[in-house]
């Protein structure tokens, strides 16, 4: 905070702190200008934090002829392998053929997709028996398949990326805050936007903060914005909402990752394994409106179980479900009533307001490093930065060591494994797991308070250890236990404490499946 209070005048002001957000602040701030980022709750706690958990060129893609788009985010894959080595993961994915002539084609198509990864390629698809899925895919219906068709793709824990951008930024001179909400735009006399007033949440101080440049990357919040720039501004987003369920990692017992390619309203499913469960989605249901916490429709989860169901032998029920979420994609909204919606989300679109607010929005995760420099490049274009070089496409993210071995969980703190084990070596308590059923140890809770900027519950079991996304029971069950470590290192008092349990029951109650 004391940044705030010497540093009124700032180059770049980003308001959201999601993939994109953080992005730009990196780049801005390794192009060297000082920049500052708030987001109003927590790092990722939009659609950051509820993606696929693909690293990904996108194979829907690539049947629709995006050509270019797929190209492109392949490149931005094989960057994001090398520069957050500790976070992202070679996948391999199986496509049961049930077809012989789906067959042929995914093996075509995805012979295209290794083509245009290029150097960058993370292994060769090829063809395999029906015996050779049977045997990899051990959970799979062998009744009617030909075979399969295996490639490879990237895999990753979406908020943790999100968390280590922000220390990087931080690292690299960004002053980069949650919790701090943005709440009018400020202008100077021509009308031009040259700042913001934002606030503190925990202390509810009111900041007015100047800026050269100020960067709308708030997602599906990004109209909210633009209607502080102009009242009179319509919608131009309209929210479609995509849910994925975890699973026991019994349902899909190997290491591959499953790919249905068409599901009956004609989007892609998968089952992933992702930190010794599986997350099984997505759906794509468009809504009238936003939130922070979106939540699942019975129709959606009906959907999901009813489509693994066709493919699997062991059937999947709603007793099975260890936490469900909802994410958001902003989708463009149609002009006028004979204008069907289409989706933006594929490719990132930056817009630039009368008054010099710019925008950015639509991409995916796997583009963020991209979308980021095509952002401060505007800036530039449009003369409000001074020019300065992109620096970002071999910049190491914080924790990036090298290391390919995930055989204990911890791997994914990457070069802050050792400061964990050092607290577990001061205080063996901290070596303890935090429930029965997770693999989480207290010694990751304490590191996320004092190193990863975590405040309150959920930012701790939402988005630092994903207690939440993997097992919300058991993140329900041991809330009252890390308010009390959080109340202890923050020096917070009992109402505090208390506050934090029930706000954390209540949004984790969302996570749950109602019978
Ligand atoms: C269901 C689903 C699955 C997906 N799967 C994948 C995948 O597997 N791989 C992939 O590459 N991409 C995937 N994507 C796309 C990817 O998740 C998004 O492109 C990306 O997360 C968008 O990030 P963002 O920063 O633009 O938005 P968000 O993550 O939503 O961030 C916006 C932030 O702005 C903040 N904010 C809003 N208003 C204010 C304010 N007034 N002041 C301060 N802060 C504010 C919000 O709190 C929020 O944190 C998926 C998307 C969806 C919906």
């Given at each position: 905070?004391?940044?705030?209070?010497?540093?009124?005048?700032?180059?770049?002001?980003?308001?959201?702190?999601?993939a994109t957000g953080l992005g730009i602040a990196l780049d801005s701030t390794t192009r060297g200008y000082k920049t500052l980022l708030l987001e109003q709750v927590d790092f990722a706690k939009g659609t950051s934090s509820r993606s696929t958990k693909l690293v990904h060129g996108g194979v829907r893609y690539l049947a629709q002829g995006n050509i270019d788009l797929v190209k492109e985010a392949l490149y931005e894959r094989g960057l994001m392998l090398k520069n957050a080595s500790h976070l992202v993961r070679?996948?391999?994915?199986?496509?049961?053929?049930?077809?012989?002539?789906?067959?042929?084609?995914?093996?075509?198509?995805?012979?295209?997709?290794?083509?245009?990864a290029g150097k960058l390629s993370f292994g060769t698809s090829l063809r395999i028996s029906k015996n050779e899925t049977a045997s990899r895919l051990k959970t799979i219906k062998q009744e009617n398949l030909k075979g399969g068709v295996v490639y490879h793709d990237g895999q990753f824990d979406d908020s943790r990326l999100a968390v280590n951008i922000a220390q990087t930024a931080i690292e690299q001179g960004a002053t980069v805050l949650n919790h701090f909400k943005v709440e009018k735009l400020l202008k100077n006399e021509a009308g031009i936007v040259n700042g913001v007033v934002a606030k503190d949440a925990e202390t509810n101080t009111v900041y007015s903060l100047?800026?050269?440049?100020?960067?709308?990357?708030?997602?599906?919040f990004s109209d909210d914005i633009l209607q502080m720039d102009d009242a009179l501004a319509k919608n131009s987003i309209r929210p479609s909402q995509g849910v994925h369920l975890v699973l026991d990692k019994s349902f899909l017992p190997g290491n591959d990752a499953i790919m249905i390619p068409k599901t009956d309203d004609g989007r892609v499913l998968f089952l992933v394994p992702w930190h010794n469960r599986v997350v099984v989605g997505t759906t794509d249901t468009l809504l009238d409106s936003h939130s922070l916490e979106p939540t699942a429709l019975d129709k959606e989860i009906e959907f999901i179980l009813e489509t693994a169901n066709r493919y699997l032998i062991k059937q999947v029920t709603k007793n099975d479900v260890l936490s469900i979420f909802a994410g958001l994609r902003p989708l463009a909204a149609p002009k006028d009533k004979s204008e069907k919606t289409k989706e933006i989300s594929r490719s990132h679109k930056i817009i630039v307001s009368k008054s010099g607010l710019?925008?950015?929005?639509?991409?995916?995760?796997?583009?963020?490093?991209?979308?980021?420099?095509?952002?401060?490049?505007?800036?530039?274009?449009?003369g409000?930065?001074?020019?300065?070089?992109?620096?970002?496409?071999?910049?190491?993210?914080?924790?990036a060591d090298g290391s390919t071995d995930t055989s204990q969980h911890l791997y994914i703190y990457g070069s802050d494994t050792k400061g964990i084990r050092q607290l577990?070596?001061?205080?063996?308590?901290?070596?303890?797991?935090?429930?029965?059923?997770?693999?989480?140890i207290k010694a990751e809770v304490v590191w996320a308070i004092r190193n990863e900027m975590a405040r309150t519950v959920e930012d701790v079991l939402a988005r630092r250890v994903r207690v939440l996304f993997l097992d919300a029971e058991a993140a329900i069950e041991i809330s009252p236990m890390i308010a009390t470590m959080l109340a202890k290192e923050l020096h917070k008092d009992n109402e505090w404490k208390q506050g934090q349990i029930s706000n954390f029951i209540e949004i984790a109650s969302r996570y749950v499946i109602k019978n």
């Amino acid at each position: 905070m004391n940044q705030l209070k010497e540093q009124s005048q700032w180059d770049v002001i980003i308001v959201g702190g999601g993939a994109t957000g953080l992005g730009i602040a990196l780049d801005s701030t390794t192009r060297g200008y000082k920049t500052l980022l708030l987001e109003q709750v927590d790092f990722a706690k939009g659609t950051s934090s509820r993606s696929t958990k693909l690293v990904h060129g996108g194979v829907r893609y690539l049947a629709q002829g995006n050509i270019d788009l797929v190209k492109e985010a392949l490149y931005e894959r094989g960057l994001m392998l090398k520069n957050a080595s500790h976070l992202v993961r070679n996948q391999s994915f199986i496509i049961p053929n049930y077809k012989w002539w789906d067959a042929f084609l995914y093996t075509v198509g995805l012979k295209i997709y290794d083509f245009l990864a290029g150097k960058l390629s993370f292994g060769t698809s090829l063809r395999i028996s029906k015996n050779e899925t049977a045997s990899r895919l051990k959970t799979i219906k062998q009744e009617n398949l030909k075979g399969g068709v295996v490639y490879h793709d990237g895999q990753f824990d979406d908020s943790r990326l999100a968390v280590n951008i922000a220390q990087t930024a931080i690292e690299q001179g960004a002053t980069v805050l949650n919790h701090f909400k943005v709440e009018k735009l400020l202008k100077n006399e021509a009308g031009i936007v040259n700042g913001v007033v934002a606030k503190d949440a925990e202390t509810n101080t009111v900041y007015s903060l100047n800026a050269k440049v100020v960067i709308n990357a708030t997602g599906v919040f990004s109209d909210d914005i633009l209607q502080m720039d102009d009242a009179l501004a319509k919608n131009s987003i309209r929210p479609s909402q995509g849910v994925h369920l975890v699973l026991d990692k019994s349902f899909l017992p190997g290491n591959d990752a499953i790919m249905i390619p068409k599901t009956d309203d004609g989007r892609v499913l998968f089952l992933v394994p992702w930190h010794n469960r599986v997350v099984v989605g997505t759906t794509d249901t468009l809504l009238d409106s936003h939130s922070l916490e979106p939540t699942a429709l019975d129709k959606e989860i009906e959907f999901i179980l009813e489509t693994a169901n066709r493919y699997l032998i062991k059937q999947v029920t709603k007793n099975d479900v260890l936490s469900i979420f909802a994410g958001l994609r902003p989708l463009a909204a149609p002009k006028d009533k004979s204008e069907k919606t289409k989706e933006i989300s594929r490719s990132h679109k930056i817009i630039v307001s009368k008054s010099g607010l710019i925008t950015i929005t639509g991409g995916k995760w796997t583009t963020y490093r991209r979308m980021a420099q095509d952002t401060l490049n505007k800036a530039i274009e449009l003369g409000k930065l001074p020019a300065s070089k992109c620096k970002t496409k071999n910049l190491l993210i914080h924790g990036a060591d090298g290391s390919t071995d995930t055989s204990q969980h911890l791997y994914i703190y990457g070069s802050d494994t050792k400061g964990i084990r050092q607290l577990i070596d001061e205080s063996p308590e901290l070596g303890e797991k935090i429930h029965p059923r997770l693999e989480f140890i207290k010694a990751e809770v304490v590191w996320a308070i004092r190193n990863e900027m975590a405040r309150t519950v959920e930012d701790v079991l939402a988005r630092r250890v994903r207690v939440l996304f993997l097992d919300a029971e058991a993140a329900i069950e041991i809330s009252p236990m890390i308010a009390t470590m959080l109340a202890k290192e923050l020096h917070k008092d009992n109402e505090w404490k208390q506050g934090q349990i029930s706000n954390f029951i209540e949004i984790a109650s969302r996570y749950v499946i109602k019978n």
